[in-house]
Nanobody, 120 residues
Framework: QVQLVESGGGSVQAGGSLRLSCAAS????????MAWHRQAPGKQRELVAL???????MYADSMKGRFTISRDNVKNTVYLQMNSLKPEDTAVYYC??????????????WGQGTQVTVSS
């Protein structure tokens, strides 16, 4: 139905930057909210940032000022620019999208995740 493919993860030193991308493909009528979540070892998955189709944005408090979410509705792609990275940002980052399909209606979809490792 809908596939989300993330890219851009990797290893970086503290203070560095990374840009994640997540492209949606498949048979869908529309992509609505898109978001990034992350899950560190031994911790629950948490919301990083969300962007609506119209461009409204919400960030988790600990990411404000360091992370920037954006999207390209033509490419059905969401981005996460991460600056001033800290070791505590180390996690698997997951893309999430709310998409409408003819078969399932409005549903949530997840990407496979991309590892971000920040060393001190």
């Amino acid at each position: 139905q809908v596939q989300l493919v993330e890219s851009g993860g990797g290893s970086v030193q503290a203070g560095g930057s990374l840009r994640l991308s997540c492209a949606a493909s498949g048979s869908f009528l529309s992509i609505n909210d898109m978001a990034w979540h992350r899950q560190a070892p031994g911790k629950q998955r948490e919301l990083v940032a969300l962007i609506t189709k119209s461009g409204s944005i919400m960030y988790a408090d600990s990411m404000k000022g360091r992370f920037t979410i954006s999207r390209d509705n033509v490419k059905n792609t969401v981005y996460l620019q991460m600056n001033s990275l800290k070791p505590e940002d180390t996690a698997v980052y997951y893309c999430n999208a709310v998409a409408q399909t003819a078969l399932r209606g409005m549903s949530y979809y997840w990407g496979q995740g991309t590892q971000v490792t920040v060393s001190s």
